[in-house]
């Protein structure tokens, strides 16, 4: 099992930016599919990206394409998600996850962090 910690998070004004990262554990980390997902107020999660081991292959939700950008250093076992432009309704628990699959589902993802509380402000 992969221990998955994000960081990041934090309170930002509209327009602003973040970047997000999510450490993981073990010595297989370039072979997993890394995803990004969140969770705002009484919504489901809600797929934001995946990037392969590699880092060749991305994918992005429709609400965050052309704003948002994952990246990956597997010599550092860290996944990044850069998020720019920021609007209210990013507003989100962000989690980071684990996958075997180039997935947009989350029940493709079997190792979740604990999440990290993204908040913008109007």
């Known amino acids: 099992q992969m221990q998955l910690v994000e960081s990041g998070g934090g309170l930002v004004q509209a327009g602003g930016s973040l970047r997000l990262s999510c450490a993981a554990s073990g010595r297989t980390f370039s072979t997993y599919v890394m995803g990004w997902f969140r969770q705002g107020p009484g919504k489901e999660r809600q797929f934001v990206s995946f990037?392969?081991?590699?880092?060749?292959?991305?994918a992005y939700g429709d609400s965050v394409k052309g704003r948002f950008t994952s990246s990956r250093d597997n010599a550092k076992n860290t996944v990044y998600l850069q998020m720019n432009s920021l609007k209210p309704e990013d507003t989100a628990v962000y989690y980071c996850?684990?996958?075997?699959?180039?997935?947009?589902?989350?029940?493709?993802?079997?190792?979740w962090g604990q999440g990290t509380q993204v908040t913008v402000s109007s």
């Open positions: 990037i392969s081991g590699s880092g060749a292959s991305t």
């Open positions: 996850a684990a996958s075997n699959y180039l997935s947009a589902s989350r029940y493709d993802y079997k190792d």
